[in-house]
Structure formats: C-alpha cells, structure tokens
C-alpha cells in the first residue's frame, strides 16, 4: 500500500458539496475522489488526432425508418444468399 500524508486545504462549502455528490456517485471517499481529480489533471494533455487534409468530418443524420427496412431487407438477402 502506498504511502499517503494528510493534507489540509480551504475551499468554498458550495464545491465540497460537489466533490461530496460526485464521491457518492462513484461510490468512492471524498479522499479518493480528490486525489483522482487531481491526478487527472496532472496528465500531459493528449495529442488530438491531425487532420493533414484540413478537413472537417461532419456527422451524418440517422437513417429514417424507411431507410433501415431498406437495410435489413438487403441484409436479409445477403444472408439467404451465404447459405
């Protein structure tokens, strides 16, 4: 087990209800939620991913209803067809 010192601090009651709330949440101590926090946040960032053609990908709508009976009528073929 890893050593551990005790550190006291001042912060705003309004945030210790919140690091309180979200200990809860994650069924952890308010000790343990602290620490992750502060490890996290320590982290070298990460790289995002590059876009050497500087485009942008959008998100494309969801399939509509008629569009997915389409789908799995093809699909349904596909799988008649392996057989």
């Given at each position: 087990?890893?050593?551990?010192?005790?550190?006291?601090?001042?912060?705003?009651p309004a945030l210790k209800e919140?690091?309180?709330?979200?200990a809860l949440e994650n069924e952890?101590?308010?000790?343990?939620?602290?620490?992750?926090?502060?490890?996290?946040?320590?982290?070298?960032?990460?790289?995002?991913?590059?876009?050497n053609q500087d485009t942008a990908?959008?998100?494309?709508?969801?399939?509509?209803?008629?569009?997915?009976?389409?789908?799995?009528?093809?699909?349904?073929?596909?799988?008649?067809?392996?057989?």
């Amino acid at each position: 087990m890893t050593d551990t010192v005790n550190l006291t601090i001042k912060i705003d009651p309004a945030l210790k209800e919140q690091i309180k709330q979200l200990a809860l949440e994650n069924e952890i101590s308010m000790s343990q939620e602290i620490v992750q926090r502060l490890q996290e946040s320590l982290l070298p960032p990460t790289a995002a991913a590059v876009d050497n053609q500087d485009t942008a990908e959008s998100a494309s709508n969801a399939f509509s209803a008629d569009e997915v009976k389409q789908l799995r009528a093809l699909l349904k073929k596909q799988g008649k067809k392996k057989k």
